[in-house]
């Protein structure tokens, strides 16, 4: 593996672990009022992004972050709607 791969997997772990102690706090507390919605729904649109730029580069760390971080923040902003506004 290249050291940028190296560099690039990462970064995709840290960013996505870091999103995973938010989803599994609104899980457990059904509670997401402290999460804006219009963040959460422009953060997932720009997850969504940049999975299709690492889909069209072909940059498997870009394309593995993003789309354990879309399929999180899809989940996130499912529970955001469901249990608060």
């Known amino acids: 593996m290249r050291l940028p791969d190296l560099f690039g997997f990462a970064a995709a ?6 999103f995973v102690p ?3 706090h ?8 402290g999460i804006s919605l219009g963040m959460l729904c422009l953060f997932t ?10 889909l069209l580069l072909g940059a498997w760390p ?3 972050a993003n789309a354990i971080t ?3 923040a899809l989940f ?10």
């Open 45 to 54: 649109l720009g997850v969504a992004l940049w999975l299709c730029y690492g």
């Open 22 to 24: 938010q989803v599994l």
């Open 70 to 72: 879309l399929a999180l």
């Open 62 to 64: 870009v394309i593995a």
């Open 13 to 18: 772990v840290l960013t996505t672990v870091a």
């Open 26 to 33: 609104t899980w457990k507390t059904r509670h997401a009022g």
């Open 76 to 85: 996130l902003l499912a529970m955001k709607l469901r249990f608060g506004r």
